[in-house]
T-cell receptor
Framework: GAVVSQHPSRVICKSGTSVKIECRSL??????MFWYRQFPKQSLMLMAT?????????EQGVEKDKFLINHASLTLSTLTVTSAHPEDSSFYIC???????????????FGPGTRLTVL | LAKTTQPISMDSYEGQEVNITCSHN???????ITWYQQFPSQGPRFIIQ???TKVTNEVASLFIPADRKSSTLSLPRVSLSDTAVYYC???????????FGKGTSLLVTP
């Protein structure tokens, strides 16, 4: 299947600082990527849909000024957590849809995730 | 997005076949059914996808009845390494994000 990478895999930062997480599709071009957040023992929660060359679409309750998303190329989307606080500590996962799968198939491939810990 | 319902947890012994059923009563005509596996602190991994009838790959089989209101993921001869959370998701070729339910936590013991 398609490969999606994330960097860094884990990051620890102080409260009030900003953290950038990168999501890359390694062997395909992704016009749309998605960002999820997962708290311990909970399911994935969609944060936003990232579209190449346009503004991201945020889910209700997600602060767009706090979680900045940039999708500047067909293989890279970034999520920046601005002025991070301890409650932002979570597991952040990105995904991308492989457009090479034709015929109406809808398969997303997920990155390995980024563990963010805010002290 | 179609809502899915799965058992919260299942237990199995090594070597047994495990069947996890998911209900999705309001599945749309253009929706596909996709199953993912997730280990702790890892991103979900694609297992199998189907639209109707039966799909089989090297890892699992997916059974979908004619009305498509449910689906069953079948894992043959599970091993300890199959202990994970399994998610059933329904979505169409619309570019919309996947709606993750609570998933099924499978525990495989010796």
């Amino acid at each position: 299947g398609a490969v999606v990478s994330q960097h860094p895999s884990r990051v620890i930062c102080k409260s009030g600082t900003s953290v950038k997480i990168e999501c890359r599709s390694l062997d395909f071009q992704a016009t749309t990527m998605f960002w999820y957040r997962q708290f311990p023992k909970q399911s994935l929660m969609l944060m936003a849909t990232s579209n190449e060359g346009s503004k991201a679409t945020y889910e209700q309750g997600v602060e767009k000024d706090k979680f900045l998303i940039n999708h500047a190329s067909l293989t890279l989307s970034t999520l920046t957590v601005t002025s991070a606080h301890p409650e932002d500590s979570s597991f952040y996962i990105c995904s991308a849809r492989d457009p090479r799968l034709a015929g109406g198939q809808y398969t997303q491939y997920f990155g390995p995730g980024t563990r963010l810990t805010v002290l | 997005l179609a809502k899915t319902t799965q058992p919260i947890s299942m237990d199995s012994y090594e070597g047994q076949e495990v069947n996890i059923t998911c209900s999705h009563n309001n599945i749309a005509t253009n929706d596909y059914i996709t199953w993912y596996q997730q280990f702790p602190s890892q991103g979900p991994r694609f297992i199998i996808q189907g639209y109707k009838t039966k799909v089989t790959n090297e890892v699992a089989s997916l059974f979908i009845p004619a009305d498509r209101k449910s689906s069953t993921l079948s894992l043959p001869r599970v091993s300890l390494s199959d202990t994970a959370v399994y998610y059933c998701l329904v979505g169409g070729d619309s570019g919309y994000a996947l709606n993750f339910g609570k998933g099924t936590s499978l525990l495989v013991t010796p």
